[in-house]
């Protein structure tokens, strides 16, 4: 495996097109953010930005309004509990107690979406690596992967500070695609924010917009210039793996 800072060789792609349905005949790998798109970690996120509020006097938030930053991490969630942005004093504190409060409650009530298990087994039974890439601390990921139950199937977790960038920068996807030994172009990452669409672009990969996922943006997924968009996880397969 490569070292994790060492900028990865860019692997000359293949690009895919706008066209969907081309993307099963090239695709060799799978790579999916974490939050969002595999797992709904939604309701322990804000459960541990809710309690940086209670601990403060504040009623909680609203789940709905703050369950689209769920993809957005510390940024987002406690932009919108709190409307302190990063350059902020208050900032650190904040992100601190939410961070103590989050890693405290891990796994709570996270799962993955609904079609994810059957769409991981189907890829396993083709032999098609999929691994995952999310900006969230090695910390925290490492730990909710085993959680999930994603550890032993992932062909590699390249987390937020796997790499000196984080997406939308290229960079982790690249590494990734080294770790699995397969180029870019035969790659689809799968991710439910604008960041990991304009990541996947830049990496030379085919990219598929979950908007079943939190999708916090004024824009929305049909806007993203993703190669495809798909409304269930269920949708994914039929994408990435010719008919058997």
């Given amino acids: 495996m490569p070292d994790m800072f060492e900028p990865p060789a860019r692997v000359p792609a293949t690009p895919f097109g706008a066209d969907a349905q081309l993307l099963n005949g090239n695709v060799r790998a799978v790579l999916f953010d974490l939050d969002g798109t595999l797992a709904d970690t939604a309701l322990d996120l804000v459960a541990a930005v809710n309690k940086v509020r209670t601990d403060r006097g504040l009623a909680p938030g609203p789940y709905e309004t703050l369950r689209l930053q769920a993809s957005h991490g510390a940024r987002g969630l406690i932009g919108s509990a709190f409307g302190v942005a990063p350059e902020d004093a208050a900032f650190p504190s904040l992100r601190d107690a939410f961070l103590a409060n989050y890693e405290a409650a891990l796994c709570v009530q996270s799962r993955l979406f609904d079609g994810i298990p059957a769409l991981l087994e189907a890829l396993a039974a083709r032999g ?78 085919a990219t598929v917009a979950a908007a079943y996922g939190y999708c916090g943006d004024s824009l929305t997924p049909a806007e993203w210039q993703a190669d495809a968009v798909v409304e269930h996880a269920g949708a994914i397969a039929p994408l990435v793996m010719l008919p058997a």
Avoid: F
């Fill in 128 to 205: 098609m690596p999929w691994g995952i890439v999310t900006n969230k601390a090695a910390r925290l990921t490492d730990p909710l992967v085993k959680l999930l139950g994603l550890a032993e199937g992932a062909a590699c977790v390249v987390s937020g500070d796997t790499t000196p960038h984080s997406k939308p920068h290229p960079a982790p996807l690249l590494y990734a695609a080294e770790c699995i030994g397969i180029a870019p172009g035969r790659i689809v990452y799968v991710g439910d924010d604008l960041r990991d669409i304009q990541a996947g672009k830049a990496a030379g990969m």
